[in-house]
């Protein structure tokens, strides 16, 4: 088994929110060559790894959240990584006139947009009972709101009259009703219906629209807020198909996958990348409580 499981070629990643150190190229380097796409969530995890491996392959990104400190600071070392050029943008996804401003600054100092990663994200471990009207709210406009809005303000102003191509960041939460994750479950499960109706109406313009939905993935917010540390600890990831959790890397390989022309017939479609944990991993309500109720659960 140990032998099996070394025959796993893995890309190289870090787990804290820096650039690689060394990258092996699995596609052309100028996959992407001075195509421009808007990263959503790009200052941090799984997005900092996508706008990171997009630049590798010849691409200009622009980086979107809320916190400017923070996205700037990664752009320097996006930059510094690739010799591409990132811009960093304050937006918050639940205010459509903040992403407008964002969207006119893309085309003002990149001239097009030909890539829209919708990342952007919030989770955390509670119970559907205690859990606040406000948040269950708060979760599906970061979500699912945050998806259409920016959907939408992209496709008015560039992708409709060129053509584009947008990925989603899903999650496998809903096919199984994961505990304690009703919020972020539903949101993820609208987002994937969403992927389909757009891609049904926007294909007649050029415009494709695919989701990954990760799994576990480490070096990640994500990672620590929904218990990876604790399946860590305990083993738990034995039960996964491919015994372990997934890198930043891997889901940045799948992103740029449906991102770009290797895909070019793929539209409305989700791609699972999660080592196929849906299928076997325990929906286990007791030990996410215990997870739920320690100190570290409540951010
Ligand atoms: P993360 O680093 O916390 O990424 C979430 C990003 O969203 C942050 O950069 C955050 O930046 C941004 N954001 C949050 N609220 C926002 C808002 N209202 N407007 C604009 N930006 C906002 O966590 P991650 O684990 O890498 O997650 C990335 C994506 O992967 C998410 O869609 C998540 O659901 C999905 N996913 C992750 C895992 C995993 O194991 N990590 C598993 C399944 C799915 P600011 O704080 O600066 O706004
Ligand atoms: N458990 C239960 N409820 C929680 C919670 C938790 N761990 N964290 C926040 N909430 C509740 C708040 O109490 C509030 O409800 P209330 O007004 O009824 O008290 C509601 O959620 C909104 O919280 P607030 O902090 O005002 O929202 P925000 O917009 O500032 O932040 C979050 C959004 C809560 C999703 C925040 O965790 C976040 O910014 N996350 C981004 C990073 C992330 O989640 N990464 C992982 C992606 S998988």
């Not at 990149?110 to 947009?113: A, P």
């Given at each position: 088994m140990a032998e099996a499981k070394a025959k796993q070629e893995l890309p190289e990643d870090v787990g804290s929110d820096d650039c690689l150190t060394s990258y092996t190229y699995?596609?052309?380097?100028?996959?992407?060559?001075d195509q421009v796409a808007f990263i959503t969530g790009?200052?941090?995890g799984i997005g900092l790894r996508i706008a990171e491996v997009f630049m590798r392959h010849g691409c200009d990104t622009v980086i979107a959240s809320r916190n400017l400190d923070k996205l700037k600071e990664a752009a320097k070392k996006l930059c510094a990584a690739s010799g591409r050029r990132c811009l960093p943008v304050c937006i918050d996804v639940r205010q459509p006139e903040s992403i407008v401003a964002a969207v006119d600054e893309t085309i003002k100092q990149?001239?097009?947009?030909d890539i829209l990663i919708n990342n952007a994200a919030g989770n955390f471990i509670c119970p559907a009972s205690a859990l606040s009207f406000n948040a269950f709210r708060t979760v599906m406009e970061i979500d699912t709101m945050g998806t259409f809005n920016t959907s939408k303000v992209v496709y008015e102003k560039w992708f409709k009259d060129h053509g584009g191509n947008i990925v989603n960041i899903s999650a496998t939460l809903a096919y199984r009703g994961q505990a304690l994750q009703v919020h972020a479950g539903s949101a993820k499960a609208a987002n994937d219906a969403m992927t389909k109706h757009l891609a049904v109406e926007w294909g007649p313009n050029g415009v494709r629209v695919n989701a990954v939905a990760p799994g576990p993935i480490s070096g990640t917010e994500g990672f620590r807020r929904l218990g990876g540390s604790h399946m860590e600890a305990t083993e738990s990831?034995?039960?996964?198909p491919l015994q372990r959790a997934g890198n930043k890397t891997e889901m940045a390989h799948c992103t740029l996958f449906l991102a770009s022309?290797?895909?070019?017939?793929?539209?409305g479609a989700i791609m699972v990348?999660?080592?196929?944990a849906w299928l076997t991993s325990a929906n286990d309500v007791s030990m996410l409580l215990g997870i739920a109720s320690s100190k570290s659960a409540r951010l």
């Open positions: 699995i596609y052309s380097p100028d996959l992407l060559k790009g200052g941090s990149f001239g097009h947009i990831f034995r039960s996964i022309r290797a895909s070019s017939y793929m539209t990348a999660d080592g196929g």
